[in-house]
C-alpha cells in the first residue's frame, strides 16, 4: 500500500527541523546502505549520532506517532530512528530495495519504509521518489511536512537532481501484522468505521465493525 499523508510535521516543528539541519554538517549517505544498495547511492546523510540527527529524530518520529493515519496504516510494533539525507545537484540513489534487516539493538524487521520531505517540491528540481510496479511506475514528489508510507519490499530509487537541495527523512517499520495485504484490509476497515463514526456516532454498525477489526487484528498480529 502506497499511502501519502500530508501535513505530519506541524508548521512548528518543519520550521525546526528545517533550521537544523541548514546548519548541520553531512557525511557520505553511501557507507549506510546494504552491500547493492551502497554502488548506486549518491547522496548525503546526518551522523546517526549528532546531536542534530537525534533532537531531529525525536521531532519526526514523535509527530509519526501521534498521527493516527499512519498508526492505522503501518500498525507499528517498532520504528528506526530517522535518518536525514540531502541530495545536491548531481546526487541521485538507483533503483534498490530496502534492507530486509536493520541490525540495531534488537533487530527490526523492515515491512513499511517512511519518507518524510522536508524541502517543497518549488525547491529543487529532479528528486522524484520513484516507484516500479508491474507495469506501472509511481513518481512522487510531496509538499514539505508530508510522508509516504511504501511497501519496503518495493524496487524504489530517487531521480537526480538538477536545481537546489532535496531534504528529507527516513525511517522503517516493523509491523505488528506483516503482510501487506492484511494491513490494507485492516487500514480499509478502520477508514470504513471512522466514517460511519463521523455521520452516526450511536450507528448501530459500528460495535460490528470493531469487534471485527479487532478480531482480524488478533488472528493476524504476530510481529
Do not use: C
Request: no cysteine; charged share 25%; proline share 6%.
Amino acid at each position: 500500500m502506497f499511502l501519502p499523508i500530508p501535513k505530519v510535521l506541524k508548521e512548528a516543528e518543519l520550521r525546526q527541523v528545517r533550521e537544523a539541519l541548514a546548519q548541520a554538517k553531512f557525511d557520505d549517505g553511501a557507507p549506510s546502505a546494504g552491500r547493492q544498495a551502497r554502488r548506486v547511492k549518491r547522496n548525503e546523510q546526518l551522523p546517526r549520532d549528532s546531536e542534530a540527527a537525534k533532537k531531529m529524530g525525536g521531532i519526526v518520529s514523535g509527530a509519526l506517532r501521534r498521527h493516527a493515519a499512519f498508526i492505522s496504516a503501518a500498525l507499528p510494533y517498532r520504528m528506526t530512528e530517522p535518518l536525514f539525507n540531502r541530495y545536491a545537484p548531481g546526487m541521485r540513489y538507483g533503483a534498490h530495495i530496502d534492507n530486509a534487516i536493520m541490525f540495531q539493538t534488537p533487530p527490526l524487521r523492515s515491512d513499511v519504509s517512511v519518507t518524510v520531505f522536508l524541502s517543497e517540491p518549488s525547491e529543487y528540481d529532479g528528486g522524484e521518489l520513484v516507484m516500479e510496479e508491474i507495469g506501472a511506475r509511481r513518481k512522487l514528489k510531496l509538499a514539505a511536512g508530508a510522508a509516504l508510507l511504501y511497501p519496503s519490499t518495493s524496487l524504489h530509487r530517487v531521480e537526480p537532481v538538477t536545481r537546489g537541495a532535496r531534504l528529507a527523512a527516513v525511517l522503517w517499520v516493523q509491523s505488528l501484522v506483516r503482510d501487506a495485504e492484511q494491513r490494507r484490509l485492516l487500514f480499509e476497515l478502520d477508514r470504513a468505521t471512522q466514517a460511519v463514526a463521523r455521520r452516526t456516532a450511536d450507528a448501530p454498525e459500528l460495535a460490528l465493525l470493531g469487534k471485527t477489526y479487532h478480531n482480524l487484528l488478533r488472528m493476524w498480529a504476530g510481529a
